[in-house]
């Protein structure tokens, strides 16, 4: 009797096992989700009236820093960028880096950006670490920090 017990428990920790690696996505996978992410978010700052979409990207807990030091919160952030305070009119996002580990990713890239903020245009060249973390089977970015780039 013992030897089955243990044998159907042997079994069931085995599926239990197989199971979750099926169900877990791979690195690639994960990299390119976080990628689709980090796109809908720049389609989401250029289009601000679409404030639902920016709340369902960023999590509760958002540490957005920019290149002159101002950290925002998550409600911060939003309302800069809806209420136009913060207006980018044209976002190009290149040389992007992306590493997953378990449930968080790291983000690194280079953010060239129109600005027309408080009706004085600008541009800015900023280079850009992001760590996006997978909620609910969506990545949401958990913190933002931005330098100026010297090109």
């Not at 409600?75 to 290149?94: H, K, P």
Request: one cysteine or more; aromatic letters at 4%.
């Amino acid at each position: 009797m013992l030897k089955k017990w243990m044998s159907v428990c042997s079994a069931l920790a085995l599926s239990m096992v197989l199971a979750q690696g099926a169900a877990a996505a791979s690195p690639v996978d994960d990299a390119q989700a976080v990628a689709a992410a980090v796109e809908k978010m720049g389609v989401a700052m250029n289009h601000p009236a679409d404030g639902p979409t920016l709340g369902q990207l960023v999590m509760d807990d958002l540490s957005y820093g920019h290149s002159n030091g101002k950290v925002q919160n998550k409600a911060e952030f939003i309302d800069a960028l809806v209420s136009g305070a913060s207006n980018l009119t044209d976002i190009i996002q290149s040389d992007q880096t992306i590493k997953v580990v378990q449930d968080v990713a790291v983000v690194r890239n280079t953010f060239l950006a129109v600005t027309n903020d408080a009706g004085k245009t600008g541009k800015v060249s900023l280079k850009i670490l992001m760590v996006w973390k997978k909620l609910d089977g969506q990545w949401r970015l958990l913190a933002r920090q931005a330098v100026r780039s010297a090109a």
